[in-house]
């Protein structure tokens, strides 16, 4: 059985940073693609970013470019999301699964999210 925890949210104000974190159990980690999600309240989920089992080919909503990375280490079978530069549009719950189909379509069922808040 898949599982997928997200970790790492919080407030942070405009302009500033945080680090998410995704634990996966139960797959082949280091040959799975990735992919970070984010759903705001009263939207639907949406794409953030995705990245290929070596972590050699990433992509990115065109929201996040530039801001956001995505990163994995197949050793303790996690994929990262560092934001940077947080927007007052950037707040949703955000999610990661693995990927169906590059780059964003998602496998499995979704996992809890972890909370990201930003204040102006």
């Known amino acids: 059985q898949v599982q997928l925890v997200e970790s790492g949210g919080g407030l942070v104000q405009t302009g500033g940073s945080l680090r998410l974190s995704c634990a996966a159990s139960?797959?082949?980690?280091?040959?799975?693609?990735m992919g970070w999600f984010r759903q705001a309240p009263g939207k639907e989920r949406e794409f953030v970013a995705a990245?290929?089992?070596?972590?050699?080919?990433?992509n990115y909503a065109d929201s996040v470019k530039g801001r956001f990375t995505i990163s994995r280490d197949n050793a303790k079978n996690t994929v990262y999301l560092q934001m940077n530069n947080l927007k007052p549009e950037d707040p949703a719950v955000y999610y990661c699964?693995?990927?169906?189909?590059?780059?964003?379509?998602?496998?499995?069922?979704w996992g809890q999210g972890t909370l990201v808040t930003v204040s102006s």
């Open positions: 990245i290929n089992w070596s972590g050699g080919i990433t």
């Open positions: 139960g797959l082949t980690f280091s040959s799975s693609a």
């Open positions: 699964n693995v990927l169906r189909s590059w780059p964003r379509n998602a496998l499995h069922a």
